[in-house]
């Protein structure tokens, strides 16, 4: 069983910069491969980026060069560096973990861009 609690939400204005967080509890962190979607408001859940238990990582078209995904196996945590925000990046980010059949999420947090 892994359990997911992000962190690091807020308020910021267009432009800015948040670095979101997720640590996740459990044992095997470091063979899950991790991933950030997000749910606007009135949006369906939409997948960000993946980063694979090797590092590799994959990227949304929509958020390709401003955003940055990292993981410290050694803290049991994933971290989602997200620059240069736009309004239309405001939604609940959730955390992601997945294991051939094995999958856990964490409740989310909320980033609202906005001036």
């Known amino acids: 069983q892994v359990q997911l609690v992000e962190s690091g939400g807020g308020l910021v204005q267009p432009g800015g910069s948040l670095r979101l967080s997720c640590a996740a509890s459990?044992?095997?962190?470091?063979?899950?491969?991790m991933a950030w979607y997000r749910q606007g408001p009135g949006q369906q859940r939409e997948w960000v980026v993946t980063i694979t238990k090797n590092g590799d990582t994959m990227y949304a078209d929509s958020v390709k060069g401003r955003f940055t995904v990292s993981r410290d196996n050694a803290k049991n945590t994933v971290y989602l560096q997200m620059d240069n925000l736009k309004p239309e990046d405001t939604a609940v980010y959730h955390c992601n973990a997945r294991l051939f059949r094995l999958e856990y999420w964490g409740q989310g947090t909320q980033v609202t861009v906005s001036s």
């Open positions: 459990g044992s095997g962190f470091s063979n899950f491969a």
